[in-house]
C-alpha cells in the first residue's frame, strides 16, 4: 500500500474571516489533504467559526469505496475507541468521533510539524546525516509513545493488548517544538 504524505505545517494557514464555500467533514472546514494510505485519508482541517479562534485539527475518514464495508466501519471505530483512550504526550489526543452524510470520521489534534521520513529525506539530500542526540531523542520519544500504548490498560486494570501494526517514518510526527 502506497501512502502520500504532506506535513502539517502553517505556512498555508491562514487564520481569517472567508465566507466562500468549502469542502467539509462533519463540523471541520478542510484545508488540505495531507495524506491517503490503504485504508483511509487524512486532511487538516479548521475547527471553529470564529475568526481568530479557529483550531487546526487533522480529520481522518475511511476511504469512500471501504465506506459501506462493515468490518473496515469496525476496524477504524475500534481504533478511534482505542485512540480516544491514550493520554500520552507523544500521541495526538482524538477530539472527536462523528458521522456525517458520507461516512464515519475522527478529528484529532494536529501536530505542526514534519514526518520522519521527510526530515531523514532532507538530511540525506543535504548530505549531514541526523545527529545521534537527535536520532536518540526522536527514537525514545516514539518508544515511550508505544511503550505507554503497549502497557495500556482499562478501567478494570485488564491489558488492552495495543498493538500499533504501521510504525514507520511517514508515521511518526516530529514537532517543530521538538
Same mark, same amino acid.
Given at each position: 500500500?502506497?501512502?502520500?504524505?504532506?506535513?502539517?505545517?502553517?505556512?498555508?494557514?491562514?487564520?481569517?474571516?472567508?465566507?466562500?464555500?468549502?469542502?467539509?467533514?462533519?463540523?471541520?472546514?478542510?484545508?488540505?489533504?495531507?495524506?491517503?494510505?490503504?485504508?483511509?485519508?487524512?486532511?487538516?482541517?479548521?475547527?471553529?467559526?470564529?475568526?481568530?479562534?479557529?483550531?487546526?485539527?487533522?480529520?481522518?475518514?475511511?476511504?469512500?469505496?471501504?465506506?459501506?464495508?462493515?468490518?473496515?466501519?469496525?476496524?477504524?471505530?475500534?481504533?478511534?475507541?482505542?485512540?480516544?483512550?491514550?493520554?500520552?504526550?507523544?500521541?495526538?489526543?482524538?477530539?472527536?468521533?462523528?458521522?456525517?452524510?458520507?461516512?464515519?470520521?475522527?478529528?484529532?489534534?494536529?501536530?505542526?510539524?514534519?514526518?520522519?521520513?521527510? *526530515? $531523514?529525506? &532532507? /538530511? =540525506?539530500?543535504? %548530505?549531514?546525516? #541526523?545527529?545521534?542526540? !537527535?536520532?536518540?531523542?526522536?527514537?525514545?520519544?516514539?518508544?515511550?509513545?508505544?511503550?505507554?500504548?503497549?502497557?495500556?490498560?482499562?478501567?478494570?486494570?485488564?491489558?488492552?493488548? *495495543? $498493538?500499533? &501494526? /504501521? =510504525?514507520?517514518? %511517514?508515521?511518526? #510526527?516530529?514537532?517543530? !517544538?521538538?
Amino acid at each position: 500500500t502506497e501512502i502520500r504524505v504532506r506535513p502539517i505545517t502553517l505556512s498555508s494557514y491562514k487564520n481569517t474571516a472567508t465566507d466562500a464555500p468549502s469542502a467539509r467533514i462533519g463540523r471541520y472546514r478542510l484545508i488540505g489533504r495531507l495524506a491517503s494510505g490503504g485504508m483511509a485519508e487524512a486532511f487538516l482541517a479548521l475547527s471553529g467559526e470564529l475568526p481568530g479562534l479557529r483550531t487546526l485539527v487533522v480529520v481522518k475518514r475511511i476511504l469512500p469505496h471501504l465506506a459501506a464495508n462493515e468490518q473496515f466501519v469496525r476496524m477504524f471505530l475500534d481504533e478511534a475507541r482505542i485512540g480516544a483512550m491514550l493520554d500520552h504526550p507523544n500521541i495526538p489526543r482524538i477530539i472527536e468521533v462523528g458521522h456525517d452524510e458520507d461516512g464515519y470520521f475522527l478529528a484529532m489534534e494536529a501536530v505542526p510539524g514534519k514526518t520522519l521520513s521527510a *526530515i $531523514v529525506r &532532507r /538530511a =540525506v539530500r543535504r %548530505e549531514r546525516p #541526523l545527529g545521534q542526540a !537527535d536520532v536518540a531523542f526522536i527514537v525514545g520519544r516514539a518508544a515511550a509513545a508505544l511503550g505507554y500504548a503497549h502497557a495500556h490498560t482499562d478501567a478494570d486494570g485488564r491489558a488492552l493488548d *495495543i $498493538v500499533h &501494526r /504501521a =510504525v514507520s517514518p %511517514e508515521n511518526i #510526527l516530529v514537532s517543530f !517544538d521538538g
